[in-house]
């Protein structure tokens, strides 16, 4: 007896791109089939032409969905004025008692350090309000 077994593979590619740049069909279509000849490339599998669902979530949805500012996934911009010790404090500077926690605050982004996060402004607010 022969059993055929079928095997259903996803994945996901995620391009990190500038906020405001054009996002056109076009363009999201041009960038797909960089990633994928280039995964092809470095696979030595064709890859492509096995693809049964093709969905993008770019600027404008993050601009529509979420009300994200130029269309950011991230929040701030990966640069070298908004990382390591330059990220903006815990402590809003202008309005007392108000703490950030979470993936774009120290000590940097994903989960695992937005829990971390969440226990540094703890302590914080623990160290300002004792009791």
Known sequence: MHQ???LERKFVLLIPIAVDIEDSEAIREKYFDIMMNRLEYLTGQSIKQHVIVKKSFAIADFKKDYNSFGGNAYGLANTLKQTAIFKPSLKNKKIDNLFYAGQLTV???GVPPSIISGKIVAK????????
């Open 107 to 109: 000590p940097g982004p």
């Open 4 to 6: 055929l077994l079928l």
């Open 124 to 131: 914080q607010i623990i160290k300002q309000f004792p009791n």
